[in-house]
Every structure is written in C-alpha cells, then in structure tokens.
C-alpha cells in the first residue's frame, strides 16, 4: 500500500482514466456523497478519462438514470458498465451458449423483465422446473439468505447452473446499513456445489469490458476506485490497473475510529481476510481535495 491521500488531486499525475465503482463511492442508493460533483468536475477539467464499473445485475441504461437523477453529468463519462450489460451482451453475441430459458431472483419482477428485453431466443421461466438456468441479478433489501433454501435445494437437486449478474456479498444503504446481495446467495450455492457462472468485479470479464470500451489505454495509468477489497481491489489488480480503495464505504464500520498508527493493520486484516491484495492508495470518501476532518 504506496499511501492514504486526501484527495485525488494527490494523485492525479499517476493515471489518465478513472474508473469510478457506484455504490459505496458515488451514493449510498439514496443521495450522493459529499464531495463527489466537485470531483467528477476536478476530473474532466485535468482531462482524465471517466467510467463507471459496477458490480449492477441491471443494464447499463437503468444505471444512467439513477446516476443522471442524482445530478451526476453522465454525459461526460465515456462509459457506463455494469456487470448486467456485460453477461447481456455475451449472451445476446454468443459468447455464453446453452441457456434459453432463464428463472429470474431479481429484487423486482419488473427488474429481470426489463434486463431480458432485447435478448432474442432467450425467455424468462415462471418456474425453476421450465429453466435451464437461474439469472441471479438482485435481490430486495430486506432478504434473508435463509428464505431462498428451497430455491437452492430445488436447482441443487436438478443441477441447474447459475448465471451470477452481481458477485457482491453485501451493499451500503443510507446510516451506514448493509443490506445482503446477490454474490452471498450465488456463493453459497457454489459452496454447496452447485455450478455459478460469475459476472462483475473481481472476475476478469468486466474489466476486459471496460478497458475495450476505454479504448485499451495502458492498464498501469487506469485508476479503479472503490471501497471493495474483495470486488474492485483485487479484479483491478488483477487487470494490471491502479487501485484507490474508499474506506468509508463498505467497510466504514469496521474502519471505523481507525485514523491513528493501526489503520493499515486494519486494512491489512481485511485484505487477509477477503484474499484480496493490499490497494496503491487509500482514502476517506472520494473528493478532489481535503476540506474537513473526515479524510
């Protein structure tokens, strides 16, 4: 871990393109986090290339909207990738093959029947029995992992595969809330020995996805920001790109008071404990520079 900053002016010099994660970095599903217009703006005015890469079961046209609604200039970012979009196209191109019909856990129906618009041959199941795969994209904020054991035990028994849209195990609400995700119920399927086809951060895909869409630019001069160890550190690692990991986002509890000598043990504790490679940088919320205390 090369430092803890401030503020990305501090390191705007060591790469040409940002890519920003979503949830836990921008918002926190309900508002935009302090500083984060500022920065955006700060970006575009040193003329670095800005993306979005996040870990969404939902296209790449929903995600937009969200972030347009929030007052976020979309227009200026050269892409938008979800991990929705990403097992989308592979489907709609052929890269992923044999699946035709589809048993959605979205967190709405509207949700799973929006994502299959546009993809010809391939249909929603009303019923595990008619799937030849699950499209795991979401689930409501309020779900128990333990509600869905029938749904596991059920495609367990008939080896139905999983198409995993989002791998995260857990996701920031407002107040500091973690709800559980998609990746959590797609990984104990996986422990339990079923089959899951994984789509998002930290899988290689994604960020092949976004490099093409940046133009391929050289991987050491992309910076992915995000406040995942296990999702956005280790799969940008992975990909060669630099990493700024936010400490106030997903792990906010468990960083939390950690400012004094201990904070890179306790960083380091939580890469060893989610496998994942320490980041280049580190810092409190995004923003530009330090106006206050919280960094």
């Known amino acids: ?10 390191i705007a010099d060591t790469f040409d ?7 836990g970095v921008l918002h926190d599903g309900d508002a935009l986090y302090p500083g984060v217009l500022e920065a955006l703006e700060r970006l575009a005015d040193a ?33 938008i990738v979800t991990s929705g979009e990403v097992l989308w196209d592979d489907l709609a191109n052929g890269v992923v093959k044999g699946f035709d019909r589809l048993f959605p856990v979205a967190a709405t129906p509207e949700d799973a029947e929006a994502w299959i618009d546009g993809l010809d041959g391939i249909a929603l199941a009303d019923s595990l029995s008619t799937a030849d795969a699950i499209l795991m994209m979401g689930l409501p904020d309020n779900a128990e992992l333990s509600s869905y054991q029938g749904l596991v035990d059920e495609a367990l028994a008939r080896r139905v595969p999983v198409l995993c849209a989002n791998p995260d195990r857990a996701s920031p609400r407002p107040g500091g809330k973690l709800v559980v995700a998609p990746g959590a119920l ?3 399927y996986e422990a339990a020995g079923g089959r899951v086809i994984w789509y998002g951060k930290p899988h290689a895909r994604v960020f092949e996805a976004t490099a093409e869409a940046l133009g391929n630019p050289q991987h050491d001069r992309i910076l992915m920001v995000g406040d995942s160890l ?3 550190v280790a799969g940008a690692s992975a990909a060669g790109w630099r990493t700024l990991f936010v400490r ?19 960083i380091e504790k939580l890469a060893s404990k989610d496998g994942a490679p320490l980041p280049d940088y580190t810092i409190g919320m995004l923003q530009w520079a330090s106006h206050d205390a919280r960094s």
């Open 1 to 10: 871990m090369d430092e803890h900053v401030t503020g990305l002016e501090q």
């Open 17 to 23: 393109a940002v890519v920003l994660d979503q949830w």
């Open 47 to 79: 003329g670095k290339t800005i993306a979005l890469l996040s870990n969404s079961g939902k296209r790449a046209a929903p995600n937009r909207d969200r972030l347009a609604g929030f007052g976020i200039p979309v227009e200026g970012m050269t892409c």
């Open 186 to 188: 797609a990984a104990r």
């Open 230 to 232: 296990q999702h956005d």
């Open 248 to 266: 106030d986002g997903l792990h906010a509890q468990s960083l939390a008071d950690k400012r004094g000598g201990d904070l890179d043990a306790q």
